[in-house]
């Protein structure tokens, strides 16, 4: 593995149904975060951690929780899936580097479409 | 609420030409600047950033101004190829030591260049 795996590629999911979308990196960095992407929005963040055991909103966090119990994994999880949830999501993991300065790295992505 | 809006939302450039986004934020207190190039089916991958200590920054045909005072940064690439289509994505953040790298993203912009 080398940065950061998104499981599973893609999803089509009925509305009601719980789903996890799992991420994990290898790079050892301390913050991850969920983001989801759509057309005309860009993306938009859903949740955020700063290091293993904390957790935060981002600007869209309402139907998805996370947990974040080591490093290196960060899963997203929808309990009741509605239709508004059908979106590209984008795990993403930084740390500081020499300068200071966080590089967001993201992953592959998973579509999910939610009917 | 928007806080960095990105026009334009589509750009067609000639090879050869010169493409520009432009990105226009609202919080002050943003200090860190990144564009984002994504490819289709992938994710998002730092392209070039900077931070409003100074008006210009470079790396070969990539180019970002910034203008503090009108609170606007825009992106020029240089000669531009066929190989840059893609989506770019302008970022604002929070960069100091005690923030999480939190990026508030444009709305993104999809750039063809034509042969």
């Known amino acids: 593995i080398a940065g950061i795996t998104q499981a599973p590629t893609s999803q089509i999911l009925a509305a009601g149904r719980r789903m996890t979308l799992r991420c994990t990196q290898d790079m050892r960095h301390n913050a991850m975060y969920w983001y989801r992407q759509d057309l005309g929005l860009g993306l938009r963040l859903i949740h955020y951690?700063?290091?293993?055991?904390?957790?935060g909103k981002g600007e869209v966090p309402d139907g998805y929780s996370v947990s974040r119990a080591n490093t290196d994994d960060f899963p997203l999880t929808l309990a009741s899936a509605v239709p508004s949830q059908t979106s590209v999501y984008f795990c993403?993991?930084?740390?500081?580097?020499?300068?200071?300065?966080?590089?967001?790295?993201f992953g592959p992505g998973t579509r999910l479409t939610v009917l | 609420q928007q806080q960095v809006k990105q026009s334009p939302q589509s750009l067609i450039v000639q090879k050869g030409g010169i493409s520009i986004i432009n990105c226009a934020y609202e919080?002050?207190?943003?200090?860190?600047f990144p564009w984002y190039q994504q490819f289709p089916g992938k994710g998002p991958a730092l392209l070039i950033a900077i931070r409003p200590d100074v008006s210009e920054k470079k790396e070969g045909r990539f180019t970002i101004s910034f203008n503090k005072s009108a609170k606007q940064f825009s992106l020029h690439i240089m000669d531009s190829q066929p190989g840059d289509s893609a989506t770019y994505f302008c970022a604002a953040s929070l960069y100091g030591s005690g923030n999480t790298g939190k990026l508030i993203f444009g709305q993104g912009t999809t750039l063809q260049v034509k042969p």
């Open positions: 919080n002050t207190a943003f200090d860190y």
């Open positions: 993403a993991s930084s740390d500081r580097t020499s300068g200071g300065v966080r590089v967001q790295f």
């Open positions: 951690s700063n290091t293993a055991g904390t957790t």
